[in-house]
């Protein structure tokens, strides 16, 4: 149990374009889900904090119009780049907490590689 | 703030040599969680272990085992009898215990290479 996926796993897009990246969690309801960015031999960094039915919070630093990010339902948080550019090339990573974890066990998704050329 | 230090950027051993990944932490919280994770080249984040604050009790897992120190603030993990499939980035991290949102705050990572 406890299983988070993310779609797609790898992406490849231009320079300009938009990107969707999809966290679900699969066997449990997450009122909140977490997406980290780790670029390329460095750590894993917050980038925002994704609250279901409310606005995402996000860390220092990361610009939330070029980092939509929509919790529509309990089991799906979405991440899009807009306006991609090379810089943000990167390997993202959610997370998310059960609903019924007395614990606030997070668990990870396998990640998304995005290349931007 | 909170803070995971691992000093240790890049370590080499030959097959079957034990081990240690040092993990530094601060934190004001008087409760918190801490976790060491194993990133392999695929990327993938692969759990090792959680423990809690209140339990300062050494774990021993396979040959993997865990001192947790909070007097010295140290979460260090070492491997026993290194193997090749040991070789990954391994990330020590720390969140805080909260109703809600918990983020963790990872280290660095240690960059591992076992050697046959």
């Known amino acids: 149990g406890a299983v988070v996926s993310q779609h797609p796993s790898r992406v490849i897009c231009k320079s300009g374009t938009s990107v969707k990246i999809e966290c679900r969690s699969l066997d449990f309801q997450a009122t909140t889900m977490f997406w980290y960015r780790q670029f390329p031999k460095q750590s894993l960094m917050l980038m925002a904090t994704s609250n279901e039915g409310s606005k995402a919070t996000y860390e220092q630093g990361v610009e939330k119009d070029k980092f939509l990010i929509n919790h529509a339902s309990l089991t799906l948080s979405t991440l899009t780049v807009t306006s991609a550019h090379p810089e943000d090339s990167s390997f993202y990573i959610c997370s998310a907490i059960p609903v019924t974890s007395g614990t606030y066990e997070q668990y990870f998704g396998p990640g998304t590689r995005l290349t931007v050329t | 703030a909170q803070k995971v230090t691992q000093a240790q950027t890049e370590i080499s051993v030959v097959e079957k040599e034990d081990v240690t990944l040092d993990c530094v932490y601060e934190?004001?919280?008087?409760?918190?969680?801490l976790f060491w994770y194993k990133q392999p080249p695929s990327g993938e984040l692969v759990f090792l272990i959680r423990r809690n604050s209140f339990d300062e009790q050494n774990e021993i897992s396979g040959r993997y085992s865990w001192n947790f120190q909070k007097s010295t603030s140290s979460f260090n993990f070492t491997i026993t009898a290194s193997q090749v499939v040991d070789s990954a980035v391994y990330f020590c991290a720390l969140s805080g215990i909260k109703e809600g949102n918990t983020p963790l705050v990872f280290g660095k990572g240690t960059r591992l290479s076992v050697i046959a």
């Open positions: 934190t004001r919280d008087t409760t918190y969680y």
